[in-house]
Nanobody, 119 residues
Framework: QVTVEDSGGGLVQTGGSLRLSCTAS????????MGWFRQAPGKEREFVAA????????GYANSVKGRFTISRGNAKNTVYLQMNSLKAEDTAVYYC????????????WGQGTQVTVSS
């Protein structure tokens, strides 16, 4: 079993920055793909970014490309989402997720952290 904990949300003005953090705990959790998703009020949850184990390759939604950066920490079961040049439309609850390689499914989710960008 893998437990995911995400944190770091808050209130920021347009153009500002925030860094979200996520830690996955449990056996072999450092060998999982890690990703960030978000859900705005009245909208479906959407993919934001992911980092792939073991290559470290990353992928981003078009809406955040060039502004957000996902990275693993020195402890490989930790992942960060650096968010720069934030816009009002980035306001959402952000969720960290873990995927066991080969399953194709994001099975483990954090509780979510609120990001609010004020204009």
């Amino acid at each position: 079993q893998v437990t995911v904990e995400d944190s770091g949300g808050g209130l920021v003005q347009t153009g500002g920055s925030l860094r979200l953090s996520c830690t996955a705990s449990g056996r072999t959790s450092s060998d999982y793909h890690m990703g960030w998703f978000r859900q705005a009020p009245g909208k479906e949850r959407e993919f934001v970014a992911a980092v792939i184990w073991p290559t470290g390759n990353t992928g981003y939604a078009n809406s955040v490309k060039g502004r957000f950066t996902i990275s693993r920490g020195n402890a490989k079961n930790t992942v960060y989402l650096q968010m720069n040049s934030l816009k009002a439309e980035d306001t959402a609850v952000y969720y960290c997720a873990a995927q066991k390689p080969g399953t194709g499914k994001w099975d483990y989710w954090g509780q979510g952290t609120q990001v609010t960008v004020s204009s």
